[in-house]
Antibody
Framework: QVQLQESGPGLVKPSETLSLTCTVS????????WSWIRQPPGKGPEWIGY???????NYKPSLKSRVTISVDTSKNQFSLKLSSVTAADTAVYYC?????????????????WGQGTMVTVSS | SFELTQPPSVSVSPGQTASITCSGD??????ACWYQQKPGQSPMLVIY???KRPSGIPERFSGSNSGNTATLTISGTQALDEADYYC???????????FGTGTKVTVL
């Protein structure tokens, strides 16, 4: 079955760029939409954005100016870059697969999640 | 912007029924799904496309969605159902995903 694993630094300095990678195992990255979701300590999840195999993306508007999600099909990985981070970006970051309801729409549910990785923004 | 509101907490006695609501403008015109999250764990999908259960999710979890409110119902609630629950919907007008504010379910 498909499994996801996040990797990347657990500590990032303010104003720097947070970079995380999600490795997909047990299935091809080419056949689905993939997403990043974060959850600040003690708060609910926040959707960051998604990417499709073709490279098409969509991001949460409040983060759009700082976020880039990309995919590397040769490595079966997709990545998140979040620039100019502040303490407000401290959170557990999850990668997730999107189970689409219809082939013609990105609407669906996130059915498979990684275990999450804690990223702290601090000097 | 599209928002989803849930009650902060719901308490239920073992064996009884817990109902968790998720409210948003014309939510019934969109598909809703629900996640269960226990401390230190990733969210787990328990209901998708309003009422469908993923493989392995007990039948005591059910969902509905109409008007401005989606509802997750847990029948015959067990102690292991104690967790945080979040709704999620996709806003087709903006192609954005929105999570609900979350509900802590306590089994007393």
């Amino acid at each position: 079955q498909v499994q996801l694993q996040e990797s990347g630094p657990g500590l990032v300095k303010p104003s720097e760029t947070l970079s995380l990678t999600c490795t997909v195992s047990g299935g091809s990255i080419s056949s689905s939409y993939w997403s990043w979701i974060r959850q600040p300590p003690g708060k609910g999840p926040e959707w960051i954005g998604y990417i499709y195999n073709s490279g098409s993306t969509n991001y949460k508007p409040s983060l759009k100016s700082r976020v880039t999600i990309s995919v590397d099909t040769s490595k079966n990985q997709f990545s998140l870059k979040l620039s100019s981070v502040t303490a407000a970006d401290t959170a557990v970051y999850y990668c997730a697969r999107l189970l689409r309801y219809f082939d013609w729409s990105p609407g669906g549910a996130f059915d498979i999640w990684g275990q999450g990785t804690m990223v702290t923004v601090s000097s | 912007s599209f928002e989803l509101t849930q009650p902060p907490s719901v308490s239920v006695s073992p064996g009884q029924t817990a109902s968790i609501t998720c409210s948003g403008d014309k939510l019934g015109n969109k598909y809703a799904c629900w996640y269960q999250q226990k401390p230190g764990q990733s969210p787990m999908l328990v209901i998708y496309q309003d009422y469908k259960r993923p493989s392995g999710i007990p039948e005591r979890f059910s969902g509905s969605n109409s008007g401005n409110t989606a509802t997750l119902t847990i029948s015959g609630t067990q102690a292991l159902d104690e967790a945080d629950y979040y709704c999620l919907a996709w806003d087709s007008s903006t192609a954005l995903y929105v999570f609900g504010t979350g509900t802590k379910v306590t089994v007393l």
